[in-house]
């Protein structure tokens, strides 16, 4: 069997790395290790697309202007059991505020279950703000008890 071959070893030099030391070119070509690399990320980038996120946004301040102040609301039962929570969810009143990965603080529109969120709800419907990241909370703006 090949693999089992005791030659193998003086057969394949294996090097880590781009920079190969030692390597020599042919005569009249030019191959630096810039040009390999930009070769890898061109491959790189034909078999492996990267999809960027699409999501368009909003300001939170805006938000408020149209829909009116809102109020931060506390899940003291599952969400299944609270009427009054599952009423504001259909209406589009609902909003989730989750922490990002790098620690600020973004909205969606609608109720997602999910750990360390907080919910706010509207005065008025945010179906117009559907399918929007919304960014530049500020607490501030909530309504007052």
Known sequence: MLLQD???????FLRQGLWT?????????????????????VLWRT??????LKVKTARFAQIVEKSGR??????????????????QIKNNRV???QRSETGTEFG???FKQAQG???LI??????????????GINWDLLRAK
């Open 6 to 12: 005791g030659d193998l070893a003086r057969k394949f």
């Open 70 to 87: 809102p109020e931060p609301y506390t899940l003291w039962q599952k969400p299944s059991a609270d009427r009054h929570f599952q009423s």
């Open 122 to 135: 509207f005065p008025k419907s945010l179906k117009r703000f559907d399918n929007r990241r919304v960014v």
């Open 117 to 119: 969120a907080r919910y």
């Open 47 to 52: 078999f492996f697309p990267v999809k960027l």
């Open 108 to 110: 969606i529109v609608g």
């Open 21 to 41: 030391e030692g390597l020599r070119t042919p005569p009249g070509q030019e191959c630096s290790n810039g040009s390999l690399t930009f070769f890898a990320v």
């Open 95 to 97: 909003m989730t505020i």
